[in-house]
């Protein structure tokens, strides 16, 4: 399992599941993009939860995890 840092809120976070990053190519440029299952489900969690430093998604909800 691999997890994702990115950052919600203006603080950075670790996204354990619910999130992947997707690596493309396009006339020989690499970029990275990053994927979120129900974003705005995330940001309203990570209001509830301004400590959290990881969030899950689990059953269709975001729940913070540490």
Do not use: Q, Y
């Not at 919600?8 to 993009?33: D, E, I, M």
Request: cysteine-free; glycine content about 8%.
């Amino acid at each position: 399992m691999e997890s994702v840092k990115t950052t919600v809120l203006g603080k950075p976070v670790f996204l354990l599941t619910g999130a992947r990053s997707r690596k493309t190519t396009l006339k020989g440029k690499h970029s990275h993009t990053l994927v979120v299952e129900a974003p705005e489900k995330l940001i309203e969690t990570a209001r509830r939860n301004p400590d959290a430093v990881a969030f899950g998604f689990v059953a269709g909800s975001w729940v913070a995890a540490a």
